[in-house]
């Protein structure tokens, strides 16, 4: 899978933008962003909108969840073929840290 997020300003003045963000519906959206999440069959479904700060962040952790994951995965294929992943594993955390599942 190869899931990717994009952020962009706007300005307030020529974007006719949401009072509140999209996602947490509190905050005024400080950028738009678009979330694109690839399916295992090759789909890509696209999720658009406006976000605060606080809910970018959380799109970014929500990206990095997934992508550890991605490498938890293919350690574990690489294992059961009886391959050495310890270099993977630690690449891994060192990147991801325990990035709990969700």
Same mark, same amino acid.
């Given at each position: ?24 519906? &509190? /905050?005024?959206? @400080? ?9 295992? $069959?090759? +789909? ?27 490498? &938890? /995965?293919?350690? @574990? ?9 310890? $270099?993977? +594993? ?13």
């Amino acid at each position: 899978m190869n899931d990717s997020l994009f952020f962009a300003t706007f300005d307030p003045l020529y974007v006719n933008a949401p009072d509140a963000c999209s996602l947490c519906i &509190a /905050q005024p959206p @400080a950028f738009t962003y678009e979330y694109c999440i690839e399916q295992n $069959d090759g +789909q890509r479904h696209y999720i658009k909108g406006f976000c605060c700060t606080s809910c970018s962040a959380g799109l970014l952790q929500k990206l990095a969840r997934r992508e550890a994951q991605e490498w &938890a /995965q293919e350690e @574990a294929e690489l294992e059961a073929g009886e391959m050495d992943v310890t $270099d993977l +594993q630690k690449r891994r955390l060192a990147t991801f840290g325990n990035v709990p599942a969700r």
